[in-house]
């Protein structure tokens, strides 16, 4: 029974798991951030003007766009600048109410009498 324990099986569902699961990205692959500001600093090279000048035009638009009814741009600014909302999955004190027709309520309450009721066959 100790020889057993000593083997070790591998099994399939371990086989891809990381043996040190290191504190985030691996070296060398980008983040959001990098990119972003690769990007806007090649549209600054090509448009000639500077990154800053590049990201108030971009947000200025995005402004105007929420002003005529396009509110994505806005509330992703938002959300990157004070946060996403909370949104509440807790719904222990709440309770759910069912609101049923008169008709369904009166067949319910007379199947419930007619169950009730002594049979007159006795």
Do not use: C, W
Not at 2 to 14: F, G, I, L, M, T
Not at 43 to 61: D, F, M, R, S, W
Request: proline letters at 5%; charged letters at 35%; glycine letters at 4%.
């Amino acid at each position: 029974m100790d020889k057993n324990r000593e083997k070790s099986v591998e099994r399939p569902q371990n086989k891809n798991l990381k043996k040190d699961a290191g504190p985030g990205r691996p070296p060398g692959l980008r983040n959001y951030a990098t990119i972003y500001r690769e990007a806007m600093e090649m549209l600054a090279k090509k448009n000639a003007t500077t990154v800053e000048k590049l990201e108030a035009e971009i947000i200025a638009n995005g402004m105007i766009a929420a002003r005529k009814g396009d509110y994505r741009f806005y509330k992703d600014n938002l959300d990157r600048l004070h946060g996403t909302a909370t949104i509440r999955t807790d719904n222990k004190n709440e309770t759910n109410v069912v609101i049923l027709p008169s008709e369904v309520i009166a067949k319910l309450n007379a199947d419930t009498k007619q169950q009730t009721e002594p049979s007159s066959t006795e």
